[in-house]
């Protein structure tokens, strides 16, 4: 008789960086300075217009993002249009709009409408509203090039779900302020936030978009304003770039 495998189990990530008594306080400074009133919650009509815009966002301008999903609006009535028009249409189109990557999205969006055409039998998301939180994520990164963070975003701003998606200003600020280890990426990043704040949809949206603008504005890759910081003194890394600040 073959003895059984013995079985592994992950240990949380939260309990290998428990929260930060701070967090809490971290949230409200950056809700007051950044969102003090988030918006009503709302669900989008298609999410599949919202998981598109999404994919043309990677590594672009929110303004290209918006040109090139109006463009490909105008140039195609409904996704089945793109679908029949192929990659290479779809290049094109993003193309004329401006912005990079456009064959690798293109190549991106056409493929989701394939598989989705091909298990789904049509083009829509629409019964996503319908379903739990943990089947949308299953069904999203199930399409080709939808990661976590993509399937994040779907969630929390098209399906009005309490996601967590973690980018680049959110992970530099994670690990400023030492929440998480320094070795850890953004999926790990995004984990975490996910097992350690509130499920609330209103929580997280706000505490999304608020750290993402205090990254663009203050906590800056390169030279952060950490004399104009709300959050200078609950920071660990503040006292380091101040004292590498000119002058001193």
């Known amino acids: 008789m073959t003895a059984a495998r013995p079985r592994f189990t992950r240990t949380p990530l939260s309990e290998q960086a428990p929260p930060s008594p701070a967090l809490p306080e971290i949230a409200r400074r950056l809700a007051e300075r950044y969102l003090p009133t988030p918006p009503t919650p709302r669900q989008a009509a298609e999410p599949l217009d919202g998981l598109i815009s999404t994919i043309l966002s990677q590594q672009n301008t929110a303004p290209i993002t918006r040109r090139q999903f109006a463009g490909l609006k105008a140039a195609y009535p409904g996704w089945e249009a793109a679908l029949a028009d192929g990659p290479d249409g779809i290049e094109a189109v993003l193309k004329a709009a401006g912005g990079g990557l456009s064959r690798i999205k293109a190549d991106y969006?056409?493929?989701?409408?394939?598989?989705?055409?091909?298990?789904?039998?049509?083009?829509?998301?629409?019964?996503?509203?319908?379903?739990?939180?943990?089947?949308?994520?299953?069904?999203?990164?199930?399409?080709?090039?939808?990661?976590?963070?993509?399937?994040?975003?779907?969630?929390?701003?098209?399906?009005?779900?309490?996601?967590?998606?973690?980018?680049?200003?959110?992970?530099?600020?994670?690990?400023?302020?030492?929440?998480?280890?320094?070795?850890?990426?953004?999926?790990?990043?995004?984990?975490?936030?996910?097992?350690?704040?509130?499920?609330?949809?209103?929580?997280?949206?706000?505490?999304?978009?608020?750290?993402?603008?205090?990254g663009r504005e203050t906590c800056k890759a390169q030279r952060p304003l950490c004399g104009e910081c709300v959050l200078r003194e609950l920071c660990p890394s503040a006292g380091i770039f101040l004292s590498e600040a000119p002058g001193r």
């Open 109 to 214: 969006i056409w493929n989701v409408l394939h598989q989705l055409e091909e298990t789904r039998g049509g083009l829509s998301l629409k019964d996503t509203r319908r379903m739990n939180d943990a089947e949308v994520r299953a069904l999203l990164q199930s399409l080709p090039g939808v990661g976590m963070k993509t399937a994040s975003c779907v969630l929390l701003f098209d399906l009005a779900r309490p996601a967590m998606p973690v980018d680049t200003h959110i992970w530099r600020l994670a690990r400023r302020l030492e929440l998480v280890p320094g070795s850890w990426n953004a999926v790990k990043v995004e984990q975490w936030f996910d097992e350690v704040l509130p499920r609330s949809w209103k929580g997280r949206y706000t505490f999304h978009v608020a750290a993402i603008r205090h």
